[in-house]
T-cell receptor
Framework: EPEVTQTPSHQVTQMGQEVILRCVPISNHLYFYWYRQILGQKVEFLVSFYNNEISEKSEIFDDQFSVERPDGSNFTLKIRSTKLEDSAMYFC????????????FGPGTRLTVT | QKEVEQNSGPLSVPEGAIASLNCTYSDRGSQSFFWYRQYSGKSPELIMFIYSNGDKEDGRFTAQLNNASQYVSLLIRDSQPSDSATYLC???????????FGKGTSLLVTP
């Protein structure tokens, strides 16, 4: 069964550094999403991406964040100048083009900012 | 602020019983409703979705939607210890595909 994959599984970085989180979507999916989940809190939407453009973003997704699909396979989330409060699980999700757009989540990247 | 509310639990049911998980949402424009299961330290796993009023059954799972009351529920029949997890309700609106999640209900199925 096709799966969303994410790398790395765990990233430790120092405050102020830049990180790039990577996702490989399910092959025939065209909609891509990033969510985050701070420990003990709910899953929060960050951004959605379709046809090489951001289609929606939340208030969390400010200028510190960017997304791109650099090579037609990977979908990346870049976080510039990381802060302690960016520590969270970051999940990539993808959906196809059906009416409902049910989203399938990758295993996540645990980001720890020290 | 569009809210999705769930009782945090834990909801404890004996093995073989029916577990009933509930979710309310504030956005009347909500169109599609999803139930995810999340084991500790893992990612959300899609169980079911529902988009029209009424019931939808898939194996041991039944999702129920009541648009008028802004209420969606998940029933798990013949609960198994392996069903012990946090169940997340997620909703999207007619303005896009972003999912708005509740905080989840922790379910414990005891042998």
């Amino acid at each position: 069964e096709p799966e969303v994959t994410q790398t790395p599984s765990h990233q430790v970085t120092q405050m102020g550094q830049e990180v790039i989180l990577r996702c490989v979507p399910i092959s025939n999916h065209l909609y891509f999403y990033w969510y985050r989940q701070i420990l003990g809190q709910k899953v929060e939407f960050l951004v959605s991406f379709y046809n090489n453009e951001i289609s929606e973003k939340s208030e969390i997704f400010d200028d510190q964040f960017s997304v791109e699909r650099p090579d037609g396979s990977n979908f990346t989330l870049k976080i510039r100048s990381t802060k302690l409060e960016d520590s969270a699980m970051y999940f990539c999700a993808t959906s196809g083009t059906g009416t409902i757009h049910e989203q399938y989540f990758g295993p996540g990247t645990r980001l720890t900012v020290t | 602020q569009k809210e999705v509310e769930q009782n945090s639990g834990p909801l404890s049911v004996p093995e073989g019983a029916i577990a009933s998980l509930n979710c309310t949402y504030s956005d009347r424009g909500s169109q599609s409703f999803f139930w995810y299961r999340q084991y500790s330290g893992k990612s959300p796993e899609l169980i079911m979705f529902i988009y029209s009023n009424g019931d939808k059954e898939d194996g041991r799972f039944t999702a129920q939607l009541n648009n008028a009351s802004q209420y969606v529920s998940l029933l798990i029949r013949d609960s198994q210890p392996s069903d012990s997890a946090t169940y997340l309700c997620a909703v999207n609106s007619n303005s896009g595909y972003a999912l708005n999640f509740g905080k989840g209900t922790s379910l414990l199925v005891t042998p």
